[in-house]
Structure formats: C-alpha cells, structure tokens
C-alpha cells in the first residue's frame, strides 16, 4: 500500500460570453452534462444526477472501455454542493471510486469574472490522490479536457 498525496492546482480559462449564460452551463443538468459527462475515448458515459443547490448532490459514471487498464469497470464521481453564488461561485465537494473503490476525495471550486466581453474562469481543484487514482496531473490533464469541452459546448 502507498500513501496519500496531496495536491491543488488551478486552471484559468476565458469564454467569449457572459456570465450568466457560462454559469448556466454549470448550474442546468441538460447543459451540463453535454461537457461533463460526455463519451470520452476512455469510456462512455452512464448518466449524470444534478440537484443544483446547497446541500444537492451530483453524481456521474462512466463506464471504462478496453483502452484502459479496467475494461468494464465503473468509475464514479459522487458529489455534494456545498457553496452556489449565482453567477460567481461554485464549490462542490467530490468522491471517486474505480470498480467500487475509492480513489480521490476532491474540493473543486469553479469562480467566474467579468472581463469585458467574456467570462474568466478559475477552477481551483484541491485533492487528496489514494492508490489508483494516476495522481493530480493526471486529473489536471482531465480538467483541461473538460474545460475544452465546456468550451465546445458554448460554441453550439
């Protein structure tokens, strides 16, 4: 058995829109999930649960496909909201599990700025990485995946 590591990293991105509507893609389950729970080369996506408020739950799964070292295995994304500021904060804290096993406890923190025209995003993501888990960078290179979705998503 390993240790524990523990790691924060942000990433910052801009939209070319305003604010309101990026945080719609946050806060609404049917916008959300075209850029969150979306089909990846790794696994498809077995659905997503949003209760966006204080105290509601989010909750994805995916199952993983042979390119991966856990053909079959569900990996699993439970959550509770913990902080909604609409329009300027969300903090949602989040529990990851591989084929029933927990792999990463997460405090994710999405803070929108007004920068004229478009819409800062600053995803603050502070873990704590179990054995399995591939570590912080591999769940950094996950989140700049997503956010690029995010950002095709916009687009549509």
Known sequence: MG???HDTFVITRSYPIGITRLFTFLSEPEKKSRWYN??????TAEGIEIDFREGGVERTRYRMNERTPFPGAVLANDGIYLDI???????LATSMSLAGRR????????????????TELVLTHQGVF???????????QGWEL?????????AN
Not at 85 to 91: A, K, L, S, T, W
Not at 146 to 154: A, D, M, P, Q, T
């Open 3 to 5: 240790g524990v590591i």
């Open 38 to 43: 979306a089909d990846s080369e790794t696994g």
């Open 85 to 91: 500021v609409p329009g300027r904060r969300v903090v």
């Open 103 to 118: 792999i990463s406890c997460s405090l994710i923190t999405f803070e929108l700025r007004e920068t004229g025209a478009a």
């Open 130 to 140: 179990f054995d399995g888990s591939g570590g912080a960078e591999m769940r950094k």
């Open 146 to 154: 997503l956010l690029e979705r995010l950002g095709n998503s916009l």
